[in-house]
């Protein structure tokens, strides 16, 4: 009897292409419905109520939301895209299988991370165009990216610590409402107090402080310096705290993954 | 060569309660080794530690020689495991789920040993459907698939015929027939003890975390059984039973005999006069009455 041999390599891509045919197959939920409330928002505040509000960071209103719109998508899609997957997996039973296979630690973690960074960048970049359409409608002329290789930075880094914060929690979870309740409680005020619709430069000293202790305030700002060339922070601070962030939540995930509950619900 | 399945004094507790005990054992080449024993006897707490879901308390087992704990990654490529739960994967269908399990072996292109399973275990037809349209039966075939797509040496099945229909526990049986010939090494743990009669070249019996038997399955069965023989005579035994395990019921005589016995002699034992013996039948022991025999023994 005969048994093939077989490579590493191909074991990560195979989890990597499972993930992403997991939410291309359910386009609706994962790709469409986000892009809904997105139009809403630019609706809503960056056109109507846009010459109400003061200029932030000195651009005007749609021109600030943009930026953090596509952060709010790719941070919030990126970290449901873990954390959805491998609950539905403890659900149906196929979680087990993980530890089963010889696949290491950091390759089911990398796995995670690409395809919730896949993922949130499909978002990130649909929000984007959607806001070029707003923007071209209202002011007629397109708003222009000021730094392409900044922005992939803080998108990929973003996404890609995102999606391990979704992997660490649903791995801890034992139930669906501990992940909801992170994704409720923690995650979402941490996205929306991290300067997706308000710059930190209008808030009272002692909130600005707490503020700075928001890690999403350096990936939006991030997000926003490659976008308009404008920022509540440093963009080098920013850069190499992003770095430090995707590290702690690195090894955050693979924690989790070598200790992390497997149990079916 | 080295041994497909060695088991080193593997212990387990969970909060302070032993669910295995000092457990050793080694599996033959190409045997099927069948390990039974009543619900909470640890013996799926044993499959799952050899398949990485759980870390042993103390102790280790080596897979051809790859240490479980220590070579974890060489050891999981070499074993096919079978699950006793039935699972799900509600997003894809039967050939993207084999597709899937083969590449996690590292085997992208595996179609042709993919189709060969489908066809073997009847899903060919349902190849294209979601899981979650597939039956019970499927899912479990579906399972057995999964464990086989990278051609493992040793196969590890966990009741895989629990709740099937006798139609396919029968189609399984044939199936686990043949990849012995093909030279697997399987470990099966089950409830049927006729199924693990029927299989099984050598038998383990856990109670309570604890081996108390491994021997081969006719040895076993000869060892902690006995042969009955029935006697129906043309007038009923008024006389005392002469034995001690001696049924008497009007015109049947029911005796258990040792293996090495003979009737001729137990006849005599009796002093029944032949002319009075219409009919001999005799049952031999089967590993059903091994296994209780074994618990009693060790219960006591």
């Known amino acids: 009897m005969e048994f093939p041999a077989a490579t590493s390599f191909a074991g990560f891509t195979t989890l990597l292409q499972k993930e992403c045919m997991r939410f291309i197959r359910v386009a609706g939920q994962t790709l469409i419905s986000p892009l809904i409330s997105v139009s809403l928002y630019l609706l809503i505040f960056g056109i109507n109520l846009a010459d109400k509000i003061a200029n932030q960071n000195g651009v005007n209103y749609l021109q600030f939301i943009i930026p953090g719109l596509v952060a709010l998508a790719l941070l919030n899609n990126a970290f449901q895209n873990a954390s959805s997957s491998i609950i539905i997996s403890k659900f149906h039973g196929d979680l087990q299988d993980l530890k089963v296979v010889p696949l290491t630690p950091s390759q089911i973690v990398w796995a995670y991370a690409f395809a919730g960074t896949i993922r949130g960048f499909l978002v990130g970049i649909s929000v984007a165009c959607i806001g070029e359409i707003f923007y071209v409608v209202q002011y007629g002329e397109l708003l222009v990216v000021q730094n392409w290789l900044q922005l992939c930075w803080f998108l990929i880094a973003g996404g890609v610590t995102f999606s391990l914060l979704g992997l660490s929690v649903a791995l801890f979870a034992n139930n669906f409402d501990q992940v909801s309740a992170v994704g409720t409680f923690v995650i979402l005020p941490l996205i929306y107090l991290g300067g997706v619709f308000f710059s930190i430069a209008n808030m009272h000293p002692f909130w600005k402080m707490i503020s700075y202790a928001n890690p999403l305030l350096y990936l939006i700002n991030g997000i926003r310096y490659s976008f308009l060339g404008v920022s509540d922070i440093d963009p080098s601070r920013a850069f190499l705290l992003t770095l430090f962030f995707v590290a702690g939540a690195y090894l955050l995930a693979r924690r989790m993954v070598q200790v992390g509950s497997y149990t079916r619900f | ?300």
Request: hydrophobic content about 40%; charged content about 25%.
């Open chain 2, 1 to 300: 060569m080295e041994s497909p399945l060695l088991i080193d004094d593997i212990n387990k507790s969970f909060d302070q309660v032993e669910v295995l005990k000092s457990l050793r054992f080694e599996l033959k080449t190409g045997e099927i080794f069948g390990l039974l024993g009543p619900n909470g006897a640890g013996k799926t707490t044993l499959i799952s530690i050899l398949t990485s879901l759980l870390a042993p308390s103390s102790g280790t087992a080596a897979i051809f020689g790859n240490d479980i704990l220590t070579q974890s990654l060489q050891a999981r490529k070499k074993v096919g495991v079978v699950p006793q739960e039935i699972v799900s994967h509600g997003f894809f269908t039967v050939n993207q789920v084999l597709n899937f399990h083969s590449g996690y072996y590292g085997l992208r292109k595996n179609q042709e040993r993919i189709d060969y399973l489908l066809e073997k275990l009847a899903l060919a037809e349902h190849q294209n459907k979601l899981v979650a349209q597939l039956s019970g039966g499927m899912k479990r075939r579906l399972l057995i698939a999964k464990a086989l797509v990278h051609s493992p040496p040793l196969l590890l099945l966990d009741e895989p015929t629990a709740g099937v229909d006798v139609e396919l526990r029968h189609s399984l049986w044939r199936f686990v027939r043949e990849l012995h010939k093909d030279g697997m090494t399987i470990l099966l743990t089950t409830h049927y003890l006729d199924e693990a009669e029927e299989l099984c070249d050598r038998i383990g019996v856990l109670s309570k975390g604890e081996l108390i038997a491994l021997d081969e399955t006719k040895k076993l069965i000869h060892d902690l059984t006995h042969r009955q023989v029935i006697l129906t005579l043309t007038q009923p035994l008024e006389s005392k039973p002469a034995l001690p395990e001696m049924q008497v019921n009007k015109n049947i005589v029911k005796v258990n005999i040792a293996h090495q016995e003979t009737v001729g002699e137990l006849i005599k034992k009796l002093a029944i006069p032949l002319e009075w013996i219409q009919d001999v039948s005799i049952t031999e022991g089967s590993l059903e009455d091994a296994f209780v025999s074994l618990l009693k023994q060790h219960t006591r």
